[in-house]
């Protein structure tokens, strides 16, 4: 058996398959599925600072490839995760990550302080696609001193592993990878979901409650690779890969572009057990192909 064992900067991974965040839950939801401890890594739903009730329905629709969804990040919170659900998913044998979500510099700090205290976290993912309330309602991530505000902020308060999830709605993505580096990014996963919008015809009318949503699943993954190819070369930091993985082979894709490790989102609502069958099938290629670890494929592009 190859040694999947891989690194993200000071964080172990046992293996590079990860979960995404929103389609996993908090990872109790599958533990009849698969074993979780066999993951490298679960990141789970997005945690804001204060509670969301998310957007109205409908907000999932199903199109070519893939899924459209407007979810609206509903959670109950940071201080309901830390007193309700962190007890009961801090023993699971593997690296617990939060993503943290936030509406200005400072909810984001607030929130990745409070989950900093938390022994048994090793790690956030910023999402950095979210809106920057202060200025009009423009992503974050779609600059690239926007998004280094937010990185700048949460680094201050925050002492762990920090991942910045980057969003692939930007012209330049090299640029706010960087600017997320500089600021004391410890890895960047991406891609985050595709802005798209789909339309009933026969009901004439949009088939999302807010009319736009993200696109995820298959389709966007020729997209995901090629960004994944271009920041792994502009930065010093690990890339964690995503982005329409559905088997072995598309997560080695990602691999030879230049990713660390790999999340896998949309798959996981067509096949609860798919981490593990990725995970098992890089092992089988890198067995079939002689290699002894991970390591040798990482970056080989």
Known sequence: ???????????????????????????LEFADFVPLDGLGGII??????????????????????????????QNKGVDYFCKHIYPQIKDIDTNMIVNV????????????????????????ELN??????????????????????????VRARYNKTLIVKLSPNVTD???????????????????NTLMGMSIDIEKRCLRLSIGTGGLSGPAVKPVAVRMVWQVAKAVSIPVIGLGGICSAQDAIEFLMAGA?????????????????????????WLDAHGCRSVNEIIGCI
Do not use: W
């Open 260 to 284: 660390s490790a790999i999340q896998i989102g949309t798959a996981n609502f067509l096949d609860p057990a798919i981490t593990i069958k990725v995970r098992d099938g890089i092992n089988d």
């Open 173 to 191: 993505i090299a640029s706010i990878a960087k600017a997320c580096e500089d600021e004391g990014a410890d890895s960047l996963s991406l891609i």
């Open 44 to 73: 789970v739903k997005g945690t804001t600072l204060h509670a969301r009730e998310g957007n109205d329905y409908p907000r999932m629709a199903e199109v070519a490839s893939g899924m459209l969804n407007c979810v609206g990040l």
């Open 128 to 153: 950095i696609s979210c809106p920057n309330v202060k200025q009009g309602g423009m992503a974050f991530g779609v600059t690239p001193h926007g998004a280094a505000s937010v990185v700048k902020a």
């Open 101 to 124: 979500s936030g509406n200005s510099p400072e909810t984001y700090a607030e929130c990745a302080a409070r989950i900093d205290a938390l022994d048994k976290i090793p790690a956030i």
């Open 1 to 27: 058996m190859a040694d999947l064992s891989v690194r993200l900067n000071r964080l172990y991974l046992k293996n590079p398959v990860m979960t995404a965040s929103g389609t996993f839950g908090y990872g």
